[in-house]
C-alpha cells in the first residue's frame, strides 16, 4: 500500500477516535458549578428540606440539579425515590433506590438507604410481607450504626401501620434515649399510643380505625358493628316469639280430630284461602355503597336504625362523609335510649343551661351533647377554654375511646 494512502487511512482513524471521544465525553459532562452553594450536597440538603414541606416538585428539582453535578451522588438519587414514594410512583422510587444503593459508599449514604426502603415498604405494602422486608433494612441499618435515631423511628412508624402498637412504642422510645434525631416526632408518637392504650381497641377493625384521622360515616358504621357489637345488643333486646305450649298443642290436635268427622261438603264450604308464607324482610342498603369495603357493616347499621347513620333522601349513606364531634354525639345518644330505655333522654335537657361556650341552647346537637358529657362518654375537646368543638371532626382513637367509655358505662364489656 502507497504510503500516502497509509498516512491518509490513519488520519481519517484518528479524526473518528477524536470526534467520538468528543462526543463520549460531551454526553457524560457534569454540569458545571455557577457558585459556591451549588453542590450536590447542598442541593440534597435542600431537596430533603423541601420535601418535609411536602413541596415534592421542587424537591425534585433540587436532587436532579444534584445529579447533573455529580451522576453518582447516592443520596440524591435516594432523595428523588422518596419523592416518588410520596407521590405514589413506586416503579420509578424502586429505581432511585436501586441507584442510591449502587453508589453508596459511606455508611451515611447506606444508612439513607436502608431508611427509605423502610419508608417504601411502609407507604406501599403490595408485598404480603412488607414489615419482614421492612424489618430487614432496618436489621441492616443497626448493624451499620446501632444508634442511627432514623432507622429506629421509620421503623416504630411501620411496626404502627402494622398495628403492633407494642413494638412501635419500643422502638420511638428508644429514638427519645437516643437524644438525636426526630425526638419531636417520637415524643408525638408516644403520646398517641397512650391515647391508644386507653382505647384499647378489641378488634382488628377498631386497631385500623385508631390511625384514622378523622372519622367518616363508614367509620362509625364498622366501629358501632365490631367495637359496640350493637347488632348483637339490640337483638337481646328483642322480645323473642314463644313456642306453643304444650296443653295448646294437644287442644290443636283435638280439634283436628274433630274437624275429621265434619262431612265433606261442610268442609269443602268452610275452607279458606291458604295464608301466604311470611316474606323475608327487605334488606336495608344504600345507592352509593355497592363497592364500598365496608358495605356490609353500613348494611348493619341501617338495620339497627341509629339515629344519625341512616340514608340521606336520595338512598346515599355518603360514607366518606367526615363526622362531627356533635353528630357522633347523636348517634351515642340514640344508643343510650335504646339500650337504657330512658325514652325521655331525647329532650331531657332541652331547658338547660349550657355547659360549654360553642354549644349553645339552640344547637340541634345540644340535648345530645349534655345527655353523653353528663355521663363522662365525651367531654370537653378543649380542656383549657372548656370549649367541646361540636362541629370539629372526631379521629380514630377518639372515636374509639368513646366507645370504650359508652360500654364501661353501659357495663357490657
Not at 229 to 244: E, F
Request: aromatic share 8%; glycine share 4%; charged share 25%.
Amino acid at each position: 500500500m502507497p504510503l500516502k494512502k497509509i498516512i491518509r487511512t490513519i488520519i481519517i482513524l484518528s479524526s473518528i477516535c477524536t470526534a467520538a471521544f468528543f462526543i463520549v465525553s460531551c454526553g457524560s459532562k457534569a454540569r458545571v458549578a455557577v457558585n459556591q452553594l451549588d453542590t450536590p450536597g447542598h442541593h440534597t440538603f435542600t431537596g430533603l428540606k423541601l420535601l418535609d414541606q411536602e413541596k415534592y416538585s421542587d424537591a425534585k428539582r433540587e436532587f436532579e440539579m444534584a445529579t447533573q453535578l455529580d451522576a453518582k451522588y447516592s443520596k440524591a438519587y435516594t432523595g428523588m425515590a422518596l419523592v416518588n414514594i410520596y407521590t405514589g410512583k413506586l416503579n420509578a422510587a424502586w429505581d432511585n433506590l436501586t441507584l442510591g444503593f449502587k453508589n453508596a459508599q459511606t455508611a451515611d449514604e447506606k444508612l439513607f438507604v436502608n431508611v427509605t426502603k423502610i419508608r417504601y415498604y411502609t407507604l406501599n405494602k403490595s408485598d404480603q410481607k412488607w414489615l419482614e422486608l421492612a424489618k430487614s433494612q432496618f436489621d441492616e441499618a443497626v448493624v451499620i450504626d446501632s444508634k442511627h435515631a432514623p432507622a429506629y423511628y421509620f421503623m416504630g412508624l411501620a411496626y404502627k401501620e402494622a398495628l403492633d402498637f407494642n413494638q412501635s412504642g419500643q422502638m420511638f422510645t428508644k429514638v427519645i434515649q437516643l437524644k438525636t434525631d426526630h425526638l419531636a416526632d417520637a415524643d408525638a408518637q408516644l403520646k398517641f399510643l397512650q391515647k391508644v392504650q386507653q382505647a384499647m381497641p378489641a378488634t382488628e377493625a377498631g386497631k385500623k380505625i385508631v390511625l384514622v384521622d378523622n372519622l367518616t360515616r363508614a367509620d362509625a358504621a364498622v366501629l358501632f358493628m365490631e367495637e359496640l357489637k350493637i347488632k348483637d345488643l339490640y337483638d337481646k333486646l328483642t322480645p323473642k316469639v314463644s313456642n306453643t305450649p304444650a296443653k295448646d298443642s294437644e287442644k290443636v290436635t283435638a280439634n283436628l280430630k274433630d274437624v275429621e268427622k265434619v262431612p265433606a261438603q261442610i268442609k269443602d264450604a268452610e275452607k279458606v284461602p291458604a295464608e301466604a308464607p311470611p316474606q323475608a324482610p327487605v334488606k336495608l342498603t344504600a345507592r352509593d355503597i355497592a363497592d364500598h369495603p365496608s358495605r356490609v357493616y353500613i348494611e348493619g347499621i341501617l338495620e339497627t336504625g341509629v339515629r344519625g347513620l341512616e340514608n340521606d333522601p336520595k338512598g346515599n349513606f355518603n360514607p366518606g362523609e367526615v363526622i362531627s364531634r356533635g353528630e357522633y354525639a347523636i348517634m351515642l345518644e340514640d344508643v343510650l335510649i335504646k339500650l337504657t330505655g330512658e325514652k325521655d333522654l331525647a329532650a331531657r335537657y332541652v331547658n338547660s343551661k349550657s355547659l360549654f361556650p360553642d354549644v349553645p341552647a339552640d344547637m340541634p346537637y345540644f340535648n345530645a351533647i349534655i345527655s353523653v358529657t353528663s355521663r363522662g362518654i365525651m367531654e370537653a375537646k378543649n380542656a383549657k377554654t372548656g370549649e367541646f368543638a361540636p362541629l370539629k371532626p372526631l379521629s380514630g382513637v377518639e372515636a374509639v375511646l368513646v366507645i370504650r367509655k359508652l360500654k364501661e358505662k353501659l357495663k357490657i364489656i
